[in-house]
């Protein structure tokens, strides 16, 4: 952990894991300050970062699911950081809540049982879940708690486009309807075939693809910003790719 100011570590957490750590995550909670960790035993840990005592503290941890433990490679918080998001090789993919030792639901796509997910994200209302992965492709699953309790809950979409591997995924901030209307939901991916690619979620229509990277690209986020004089701000894409660049996009209001 890092001061970010003078760029100093804070505190380091040795073997936080049996392996490699492949996914990492923080987030305010209240007056609490949490991260989670992604690791190549199979397992997801959450920890607790004191500040006013400079250390670390275990509060849960979570998995494996399937039974030869197969890495993980992602985490993801909820907005509200009472659930967490963990994928993984094999098809690993579960949606947990803090608390509780079981999954909440494992996200399975019934055509690609043991595909290897490489990253994840959790939409804003924590409704929508994004998977992306080493098959080209994006998978969307619905987080509502009527497809959480049913028997089987497939993917809504399937983002299809990509050449190479997806490693990274994430939502635009969702905006404040318009005029009483609800704005679409906007997922980006970031692939190893140098583009980054925002979707539709509800159609899983691809709306815009971003070419500016020489190499694959590794990193895909989003954030909104204040601006004067302009209601909600403005929101930017950042791309990051193994040509060592850095790519701030506009992304409308």
Do not use: M
């Amino acid at each position: 952990i890092w001061d970010a100011s003078p760029g100093k570590p804070l505190y380091h957490l040795d073997a936080p894991h049996n392996g490699p750590v492949y996914g990492i995550e923080f987030t305010p909670v209240g007056d609490r300050y949490l991260l989670a960790t992604a690791g190549g035993d199979g397992l997801a840990r959450v920890w607790e970062w004191l500040p006013g005592e400079v250390a670390v503290k275990p509060v849960q941890s979570f998995g494996p699911v399937l039974a030869d433990a197969r890495a993980l490679r992602d985490v993801r918080f909820s907005l509200d950081g009472r659930r967490l998001l963990t994928v993984g090789d094999g098809g690993a993919a579960s949606l947990w809540q803090l608390g509780r030792d079981e999954p909440l639901a494992r996200l399975v796509d019934p055509g690609a049982e043991t595909v290897n997910h490489l990253c994840c994200a959790i939409s804003d209302d924590g409704l929508t879940a994004a998977l992306g992965g080493a098959d080209k492709r994006a998978r969307l699953f619905s987080l509502a708690p009527e497809r959480l309790a049913a028997e089987a809950n497939p993917p809504i979409a399937l983002l299809e486009g990509h050449a190479d591997q997806i490693d990274s995924v994430a939502f635009l901030p969702q905006e404040e309807p318009f005029d009483g209307f609800p704005l679409p939901v906007r997922v980006l991916t970031a692939s190893r075939d140098r583009s980054a690619r925002a979707w539709d979620a509800v159609t899983g229509r691809e709306v815009l693809s971003l070419r500016k990277h020489s190499l694959g690209l590794t990193a895909v986020d989003a954030a909104q910003f204040p601006v004067e004089d302009e209601a909600g701000g403005a929101t930017v894409v950042l791309t990051a790719g193994l040509d060592g660049r850095l790519i701030l996009w506009p992304a409308g209001p």
